[in-house]
């Protein structure tokens, strides 16, 4: 059997990333030992750090690090270089290196849905690290392009590095760069109208990067008889060639395909329930979840205090008296309650992620997310408790490493979300968290 492998997408917001589903897919496809999960990160470089520290081995890289995260790789192919972004990285021992696969996702995107590029006119929204792979790929393939953004320094700026025209959002300009136009590519994170309908012509063609159900941009396109493309097409073709850069192995396209189509379909279903907290032991589970509850007038239950009031002793008690399989099984009934409770924030065991059912019932009803700390991180914190069953030993550490190890994959494959719990107060996570709820609705 091969090694597990981790991957991973970073960005800020980035709950609401398909990725995951979409690699997953193609790693279950190939029966590939690996999972990709959503990294959430104040920075990029924080990204790197702490995907060094949970041993990833390569990290998607969206809005907004690919700039920073580029300029953090040692290694870059041609079309990082061009475009100065990366939204690929491969995390070797010592050396990063970068990919831009978003260059050849838009350009396929394009082509694969009978497209032409070449000789066309296209004008390219926003000035940010996809605008740019767009800006190029499109130059590479023989288009003329103007960018239009509405901080207009910006737009000036891009066009000069790839020689194009550039425009801002004011009507009479933006109308004027459109009025020939065969392409629109807009790259901004808005569903708000920023095109008046107006200016969209039937047969023109129109790929949207937001991730919103529906844009504005796309409503009006798809009313005016346009060449409607959504966010799933560039993330598809982008997705593919990352995969190979993973995996080695030519991506399953259709498998992945189709991950793409129900992913959209299924998106934010759970974001107005519960939210789940999983990780290691001393990962600050409990109190973040009292810090989330203080923040969102939701309810805090922990699953380990609920199996403790109903036996009416501690776990390790139980773990002495009854052993382990006893105590499994009344977590499980614990989690089955507090899952089918309203808006409330479940604190669960280290060791939850074990039973399947659990997993199951959590990843039904909750946003579940990975607190994320190391051994040395979570040991510190529990340091003196002699109350924890797993960890009464003569050599803690090694035995949390261990565990460690064991558990990475389930942790991976049970949460929605992971998040850098190491060195950072409860407040602080809890406010990240909640913000990536926010921006994914």
């Known amino acids: 059997m091969s090694e597990f492998q981790l991957f991973a997408v970073a960005g800020k917001p980035v709950l609401h990333s398909i990725s995951p589903q979409v690699h997953n897919a193609g790693f279950a496809s190939l029966g590939i030992s690996a999972a990709y999960i959503r990294l959430s990160a104040g920075s990029g470089s924080e990204a790197i750090a702490t995907a060094r520290q949970m041993g990833i081995s ?26 100065g972004a990366v939204n690929t990285v491969l995390i070797g021992r010592r050396v990063l290196s970068g990919f831009n696969t978003d260059v050849d996702g838009v350009r396929l995107a394009l082509e694969q849905n009978g497209v032409r590029i070449s000789k066309k006119r296209a004008v390219v929204i926003g000035a940010g690290g996809a605008a740019r792979a767009a800006a190029f790929a499109l130059r590479k393939a023989g288009a003329s392009v103007t960018i239009a953004n509405r ?11 790839f020689g194009c025209a550039s425009c801002g959002l004011e009507k009479k300009e933006l109308s004027a760069a459109l009025s020939d136009a065969g392409i629109l590519v807009s790259t901004v994170s808005t569903h708000k109208r920023l095109v008046p309908a107006s ?3 039937k047969g023109m063609a129109i790929l949207d990067a937001h991730y919103a159900r529906k844009t504005a941009l796309m409503s009006d396109a798809n009313r005016k008889g346009c060449k409607v493309l959504g966010p799933q097409e560039w ?3 982008q997705g593919l060639a990352a995969f190979k850069l993973f995996s080695g192995r030519k991506a399953p396209e259709a498998a992945m395909r189709k991950a793409v189509d129900s992913a959209f379909a299924a998106r934010s279903r759970k974001l107005g329930g519960s939210i789940a907290l999983v990780g290691m032991m001393g990962s600050g589970k409990s109190t973040t979840a009292g810090e989330i509850a203080r923040i969102s007038g939701m309810r805090a239950v922990e699953t380990d205090a609920m199996v403790e009031r109903k036996q009416g002793m501690s776990i390790g008690e139980i773990f002495r008296k009854h052993g382990e399989a006893y105590f499994r099984r009344l977590e499980r009934e614990a989690i089955a309650e507090a899952c089918s409770l309203k808006r409330c924030v479940i604190s669960c065991g280290g060791g939850a992620v074990l039973d399947r059912q659990n997993v199951a019932m959590l990843r039904r009803s909750c946003v579940v997310a990975w607190l994320w700390a190391t051994p040395e991180e979570s040991l510190r914190r529990i340091r003196g408790d002699i109350t924890r069953p797993l960890y009464n030993v003569k050599n803690r550490l090694q035995l949390a490493r261990r565990v460690m190890r064991a558990r990475l994959p389930l942790y991976a494959q049970a949460s929605d979300l992971t998040v850098q719990a190491g060195g950072r107060k409860p407040s602080e996570i809890a406010e990240g968290i909640m913000d990536e709820i926010s921006h994914g609705r």
């Open 199 to 201: 200016m969209l012509r």
């Open 151 to 161: 901080t207009r320094h910006k737009a000036e700026k891009l066009a000069r590095e």
């Open 235 to 237: 993330l598809l073709c």
């Open 58 to 83: 390569g990290l998607s890289v969206t809005a907004p690090f690919k700039e920073e995260v580029f300029g953090l790789c040692k290694a870059l192919d041609p079309n990082a270089r061009a475009t």
